[in-house]
């Protein structure tokens, strides 16, 4: 589905984020992209959205080359994933319901999509009692909760999760994996960026560890080795 062919990215001749990145992610896989902080975890995402161009080498999507791509066709390629980041990025004045009927809105969904769709993907993440709520009256969790219904609504091909519990204690975090686990099960590839050992060692999925900017382990059995 997703395919790195030999990938730089230079900034500067001092600053290379990405050296050489070749590696392929499945239909249906879940994978944990792990490194320390520099190591070139978020360049790698944005390369997937299409949001940072590569200095050599390609990014296909189904044998598409992104970087290819006019603006009307990364436009449409972009709502085909679905995002999730570590401060939630909902609009505080809106209610939780209003939050992701924007994300269906700004995709052409029908009114008549919006209604029945957003409660169902509440039900999905276990927050139908806060449909008509603010963030400002939601536990951080429950933040997470809503930013990850706003990211499936629209039942995208891939789930881009960036530190999704990066802010969140122990047991949030865990629903948040979990519900990750069940996005998976229903056959939407998760591509989860983490510096949370416990997490990676628990799913038992492909891990790919990052370093200075290079691929230096990609392991299949699912265990967080630095």
């Known amino acids: 589905m997703i395919y790195f062919d030999k990938v730089s990215k230079k900034y500067s001749d001092t600053s290379t984020a990405l050296e050489e990145i070749t590696i392929s992610v499945e239909p249906k896989e879940f994978v944990s992209i792990v490194g320390h902080s520099g190591a070139g975890k978020t360049t790698l995402l944005k390369m997937i959205l299409g949001e940072e161009s590569p200095s050599q080498g390609s990014v296909y999507f189904e044998s598409v080359n992104i970087h290819k791509l006019g603006k009307h066709d990364i436009n449409k ?53 806060k449909i ?7 536990s951080g969790g429950e933040k997470q909760r809503v930013a990850i219904a706003r990211a499936i609504v629209n039942q995208p091909d891939i789930i881009i999760a960036d530190e999704p519990t990066g802010n969140l204690d122990p047991i949030s975090s865990r629903e948040i994996i979990d519900i990750l686990q ?27 560890t990052m370093e200075k900017g290079k691929i230096i382990r990609d392991n299949k059995k699912g265990k967080f080795v630095m």
């Open 77 to 129: 390629y972009r709502r085909r994933i679905g995002t999730v980041f570590q401060d939630f990025r909902l609009l505080p004045h809106l209610t939780v319901f209003e939050n992701i009927a924007f994300a269906m809105e700004a995709s052409g969904r029908s009114e008549e999509d919006i209604a029945s769709d957003v409660p169902h993907v509440l039900e999905l993440v276990n927050l139908s009692d």
């Open 132 to 138: 008509m709520s603010f963030p400002r009256q939601l």
């Open 182 to 208: 069940k996005i998976n099960e229903l056959g939407t590839v998760v591509i989860l960026a983490t510096h949370n050992k416990e997490i990676v060692d628990s799913l038992g999925k492909r891990v790919i």
